[in-house]
């Protein structure tokens, strides 16, 4: 088993500084990848960024430039940071690692970003 744990979530004003971490723990397995969705109250859970053990990201178009995802510890932890943060982004943030034993996910953290 992979346990992954998010922190980091709450208010944020629009433009200011918002950073999502995700630490993962357990033993004998190797992340190949980790990624961030989010899911907005009454939409489908959507992946906003990923990140590969190679260091290829990917980010979904309505957070490309504004949205930075980045790892460290041998993938173990994976960052979300955006420093212009919308009302649109508001949503729970979930992170998924793809590891040598399977997909895992966070519980999820509330990010708010208010008109």
């Known amino acids: 088993q992979v346990q992954l744990v998010e922190s980091g979530g709450g208010l944020v004003q629009p433009g200011g500084s918002l950073r999502l971490s995700c630490a993962a723990s357990g033993s004998d397995f190797k992340i190949y990848a980790m990624a961030w969705y989010r899911q907005a109250p009454g939409k489908q859970r959507e992946l906003v960024a990923s990140i590969t053990d190679t260091g290829t990201q990917a980010y979904t178009d309505s957070v490309k430039g504004r949205f930075t995802i980045f790892s460290e510890n041998r993938m173990n932890t994976v960052y979300l940071q955006s420093k212009s943060p919308k009302p649109e982004d508001t949503a729970v943030y979930y992170c998924?690692?793809?590891?040598?034993?399977?997909?895992?996910w966070g519980q999820g953290t509330q990010v708010t970003v208010p008109f």
């Open positions: 998924k690692a793809t590891s040598s034993r399977g997909d895992f």
